[in-house]
């Protein structure tokens, strides 16, 4: 595989996450590779909103992402949005909040987490 050459995949589907999961199993490979041996995983939807959902990544493309990457995964997986209100009031809106029990993920608003200046 060539790492200069960024790796796509266009798919289509009659629903949002049929259509991310084809998308995703077609580098299925590429991806087990990416994540192999990795002690954390980010996932990191876009919230522009915390209650339009037309702003925000819809929770069936997470979900077909965590589809992909649950069984692959030996570490951690976290899901982290900073919106641009409230990150954990979005992800009650969206239906975000399932995902820690469906998949036993963390979730985590990056606007209230520590950081460290490097």
Same mark, same amino acid.
């Given at each position: 595989? +060539?790492?200069?050459?960024? #790796?796509?995949?266009?798919?289509? /589907? %009659?629903?949002?996450?049929?259509?991310?999961?084809? $998308?995703? *199993? $077609? #580098?299925?490979?590429? #991806?087990?590779?990416?994540?192999?041996?990795?002690?954390? #995983? !980010?996932?990191?939807? +876009?919230?522009?909103?915390?209650?339009?959902?037309?702003? $925000? %990544?819809?929770?069936?493309?997470?979900?077909? !992402?965590l589809d992909t990457i649950v069984p692959l995964a030996t570490g951690e997986i976290i899901i /982290? @949005? /900073?919106?641009? /209100?409230? %990150?954990?009031? &979005?992800?009650? +809106?969206?239906?975000?909040?399932?995902?820690?029990? @469906?998949? &036993?993920? @963390?979730? !985590?608003? !990056? +606007?209230? *987490?520590?950081y460290v200046e490097a």
């Amino acid at each position: 595989m +060539n790492r200069d050459k960024p #790796i796509v995949a266009v798919s289509r /589907g %009659t629903s949002r996450y049929e259509a991310v999961k084809k $998308a995703l *199993d $077609a #580098i299925h490979d590429d #991806i087990a590779r990416s994540i192999k041996g990795k002690r954390r #995983i !980010l996932i990191k939807p +876009n919230f522009v909103s915390d209650s339009v959902q037309l702003a $925000a %990544t819809h929770v069936d493309v997470v979900k077909a !992402l965590l589809d992909t990457i649950v069984p692959l995964a030996t570490g951690e997986i976290i899901i /982290g @949005e /900073g919106s641009y /209100g409230d %990150t954990f009031k &979005g992800y009650r +809106n969206f239906g975000y909040m399932n995902l820690k029990s @469906e998949y &036993g993920v @963390e979730l !985590l608003d !990056l +606007n209230s *987490d520590e950081y460290v200046e490097a």
